[in-house]
């Protein structure tokens, strides 16, 4: 790729660096603990890389992370995996999350927006009761520390309410969104065996009511671990026989009290997508979540007491678990339920402007959506008080850049951030004081040694390669759950280089300091030695109007050729006709390698998701390569699964 100095998109004014929380930070850090005053943030990221325990100290104090004892050093063990951070002290997440409440207790702490995108607001002060009524009903329920604690529950404030509460117990909070079928739900809870479940009669999407009545009684059934079932009731019905009202346990007016646990006591566990097996089960800890959120959301994001934080998730994914921390940093938190695009396209957008979100994050999948459907949010839509759109799930294509500048306004921060469930953070992405190159994450995360290596171990710049961390992050899993040798956490990013952190995405890191992420490692398309990511064909193939969604898989054969189909979903009254396999090829052609044109353009009814809405790859091409449906594929992991039945029908036919 080519990072011959090209313009920058959008440069910050002079104004909104000086104000910028990070360059504030630079400065005391400067003072207080021996960081470069002057480089600007490139020289910030190589102080907080070299000087991990400076920085991180830098960053509780900054924040002012209140520990309750007094921990030993910053970081006890700096081994991959088994880093120890801030050993002895002790503190508490959702003391943290609440501070707020003293000083803003009238202001709005959530913005709840459904369907009909009417903000309700729920204060700090009230949000502060109902945590200090909930926590104190499970204490008598006989919930301790360490103790897990399930929700299957859409984005609405009664979950963000109950993982509060979980964690000022210092019980162990665990989700899933009320989308997910049973059988999905159950191979992730009955991981943990949760002893309190939050559940709801049923959610609206879509304009829809979907009752959940049954999935919940199944899930009743088959979680023996259950002492107590908490009935929301959403659709208005009444709780099932033996369930608890959530009403009568959030209606007292009582002070929280926040357990304080040790920095690597566990918070929350996160799961994997889960495609190829059970889903990985990932803790992470009360400390390493609490300054790893306020880095990233006070710092990177730009994040504050001023703020409005809207970003589209559901409580099945980590986005969700980020977009709560906003709290920390004192942010006004919106969450929206319903869907992405209800009634219309532009909801999204709609929501951003009613709610006056300052950052409103998105996926790349949504922002091309809204590209295709002719949405033009900036004419439609006021949005003056967005100042960042963020994307993640997947690489913003190029054209993603493009159109988020010229149809939202010219003076628009975008950041395209990447991380992953397994930090619930990001290693690249938005610095609110660098230029914005398009295509490109703006710089490394700080504290996080983002590299691109080669095979054999070696830095790459301005090449492709894996991207890996070759330091610890204070929110990388402390474990996962029933892996009690710790060998599958040490084989998931610990197998490939010794010692260093191996995520599974090929990445470019730029001479310019950016970075630019090509999809995932692991179904890297390998044409004649020449490696590229997926993501790359995706953008230059959906450009064309005709090509809804597309999905390409690299085999290679047993006679040591490769194979290398494009399925294709077409738009409504699209052909895939000779004219149209013309354009597809010739835009492979002219925009990325002659080498990856595909062997065969395939019509297909749909592309088969995760149920976090990212391409299935490896499991499709499992299925092409002859392994039966139930061995490559987790069902209880995919969107549709009749949409692989197409896969596997191929497969047989080209045996």
Known sequence: MSTVNPQPLWQPDPQRITRSQVTRFQAWAAQHHGAPADGGYEALHRWSVDELEPFWEAVTQWFDVR????????????????????PGGTLNYAEHALRAAATRADEPALLYVDETHEPRPVTWSELRRQVGSLAAELRALGLRPGDRVSGYLPNVPQAVVALLATAAVGAVWTSCAPDFGARSVLDRFQQVEPVVLFTVD?????????????TVAELRRELPSLRAVVHIPLLGTEAPEGALEW?????????????????????WVLYSSGTTGLPKAIVQSQGGILVEHLKQLGLHCDLGPEDRFFWYTSTGWMMWNFLVSGLLTGT????????PGYPDTGAQWRVAERTGATLYGTSAAYVMACRKADVHPGRDFDLSQVRCVATTGSP??????????DEVREDLWIASVSGGTDVCSCFAG???????????????????????WDPSGKPLIDEVGELVVTNPMPSMPIHFWNDPDGSRYHDSYFDTYPGVWRHGDWITVTSRGSVVIHGRSDSTLNRQGVRMGSADIYEAVERLPEIKESLVIGIEQPDGGYWMPLFVQLAPGAVLDQALLDRIKATIRENLSPRHIPDEVIEVPGIPHTLTGKRIEVPVKRLLQGTPLQKAVNPGSIDNLELLHFYEDLARKRA
């Open 67 to 86: 520990f309750s004892t007094p921990y030993a050093r910053v970081l006890g063990d700096r081994s991959m995996p088994g880093a120890e951070w801030f």
């Open 202 to 214: 049923g959610y609206r999407y879509g304009g829809k009511e979907h009752d959940r009545r049954e």
């Open 430 to 452: 938005a610095v609110p004081t660098l230029p914005v190159y398009i295509g490109e994450l703006q710089a490394p995360s700080l504290g996080t040694d983002l590299q691109s």
């Open 247 to 267: 009403e009568a346990l959030t209606s007292a007016d009582t002070e929280p009290a926040f357990e304080q646990v040790p920095f690597a006591h566990p918070l």
């Open 396 to 405: 913003l294509p190029p054209d993603g850049f493009r159109w988020l500048h």
């Open 332 to 339: 006004t938190v919106v969450l929206y339920d319903g869907s």
